[in-house]
């Protein structure tokens, strides 16, 4: 069979990690879309399930994703599934040989491996599933430690660890292709990081937040509330040139006090750059500086690929602008004296969330995404909550509970169209588009949540940001 035939009728298993559920199928949407590929699922889609048959691609996109993902474990070209193994056996029987033959010529080596999701199987169990397997072709010669070629049989019981049942739900075989970028998760890990502070972003997640602003090689991307740099370091490491703004002046020149255990004082290099350095991409660090996002300082011009960021909610840290606690008006050409010296006021989170679309808005290159954390009180969330913009698209939006009454959700927007094609009175005119108050009352209900159930596990969920 020519090779694009074959490719065409390959259906591939991804097995993905079973946290940040939410935020795996935007993940692996937006990395497809990066190769201008769909998400098309075989059969029953489950979401949340470990498991997903996609159907559409080829094995270089399947790689692709994978070499991006940190959400996804391994991927397989799926040769065979069932709810049986009798089903599984029909299914493989039915196969096509010149799709398996590459594989089991006498030549090769090769190995089976058995995995099972939900449920631990006795070693003779496992022994008796890969003997099981012998009505398949295998010509090569076994080897366990270096195999040219390595199977899998996958077993899966489901996601209820109180009711494992005592057959599998569902049984898939297939060719192992090559395995995600989990091991990312532990290389940058924040706690082996030169510099962080007690808002730093957990590696999985920063890495989770590039993807989902499909943020490619040579992008320009910025962070307006860079803090201590975790999501530039992620955007780094997919070879994005990196930049991001702070108004904490000890946060970007690395100053003050330190957020290690037993350590009272930043040492000389504590900062940004040297976090890029130590996982090597210093290359791809453009700057920081200290500037307030409520009185951006960039020239009005499309110039970032993508903004990712990573609000202040006023628990943790401060929300603060430049600016008198007398009320200030707002200079329509928002040009300020460069002699003026602000002092800082409140910064409103809703005011924080319309400035941010809005200088998206602006700011992004058309197709360019935004993606940032909404903080939300549970009881009181609906979507209709979530900031909008008419520049901007909502691609996804994604939970991360908090407490029982708190999350946050990471939103992805994508800028459609320029400011300027917008027809400015109707959107004044819109309801949709004007900014939502609602989430001024998110930390008075934070800690009024918190405080009636005396909530020592919800205080540190939060402060852990888990
Ligand atoms: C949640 S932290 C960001 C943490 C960051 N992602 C990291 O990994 O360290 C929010 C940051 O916003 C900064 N901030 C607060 N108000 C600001 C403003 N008006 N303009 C710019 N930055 C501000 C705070 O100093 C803080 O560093």
Not at 209 to 229: E, Q, S, Y
Not at 313 to 332: C, F, L, N
Not at 426 to 436: E, G, K, Q, V
Request: aromatic share 10%; with cysteine; glycine share 6%.
């Amino acid at each position: 069979m020519a090779t694009s035939a074959r490719q065409s009728c390959l259906k591939y298993l991804l097995h993905l990690a079973q946290d940040n559920l939410d935020f795996r199928l935007p993940e692996i949407k937006s990395l497809l879309a990066l190769r201008g590929k769909p998400f098309h699922h075989s059969g029953n889609f489950q979401e949340k399930t470990p498991f997903w048959c996609l159907d559409g691609l080829s094995e270089e996109d399947v790689r692709g994703v994978m070499a991006r993902s940190v959400c996804a474990k391994s991927a397989f070209e799926l040769w065979g599934h069932g709810k049986t193994h009798s089903e599984l056996k029909t299914s493989l029987l039915k196969y096509p040989t010149e799709n398996m033959s590459p594989f089991m010529c006498k030549d090769s080596t090769y190995r089976i491996n058995v995995y099972t999701f939900n449920k631990t199987l006795e070693f003779e169990d496992r022994i008796k599933r890969i003997d099981s397997m012998d009505y398949l072709p295998f010509e090569g010669t076994v080897n366990l430690k270096s195999p040219q070629h390595i199977f899998c049989l996958l077993e899966d019981y489901g996601t209820d660890p109180n009711d494992i049942p005592e057959h599998p739900n569902y049984i898939y075989f297939g060719r192992w292709i090559v395995d995600g970028q989990r091991e990312l998760i532990r290389s940058h890990s924040v706690k082996n990081r030169h510099f962080i502070g007690n808002t730093s972003m957990d590696a999985g997640l920063s890495f989770i937040m590039a993807n989902h602003a499909k943020v490619n090689k040579n992008d320009l991307v910025f962070d307006p509330f860079v803090g201590t740099g975790s999501l530039l370091v992620a955007c780094s490491h997919f070879r994005a040139y990196v930049c991001g703004t702070d108004i904490d002046y000890n946060t970007i020149h690395g100053r003050g006090r330190s957020s290690r255990k037993n350590k009272t004082w930043r040492g000389p290099d504590e900062n940004i750059r040297a976090n890029l350095r130590q996982y090597g991409t210093e290359d791809m660090y453009i700057d920081v500086m200290v500037s307030d996002a409520s009185k951006h300082v960039w020239r009005e011009a499309a110039l970032f690929d993508a903004i990712i960021t990573d609000p202040p909610y006023g628990i943790r840290e401060s929300t603060r602008r430049t600016g008198s606690h007398k009320d200030v008006i707002k200079p329509q050409d928002a040009i300020y004296e460069e002699s003026h010296v602000p002092v800082t006021q409140a910064y409103h989170l809703s005011d924080i969330f319309t400035d941010l679309l809005n200088f998206s808005a602006h700011h992004l290159v058309l197709g360019g995404r935004l993606v940032y954390w909404l903080p939300v009180y549970r009881p009181e969330y609906c979507v209709e909550m979530v900031p909008l913009n008419p520049c901007l698209r909502i691609i996804s939006n994604c939970e991360q509970t908090l407490s029982s009454h708190t999350s946050r959700r990471l939103i992805t927007m994508e800028k459609i169209k320029n400011p300027e094609e917008l027809d400015s009175l109707a959107y004044l005119a819109d309801p949709r588009f004007s900014p939502y108050q609602g989430h001024n009352a998110f930390r008075e209900k934070y800690f009024s949540g918190v405080n009636k159930r005396s909530g020592k596990e919800d205080n540190k969920a939060a402060v852990n940001g888990e």
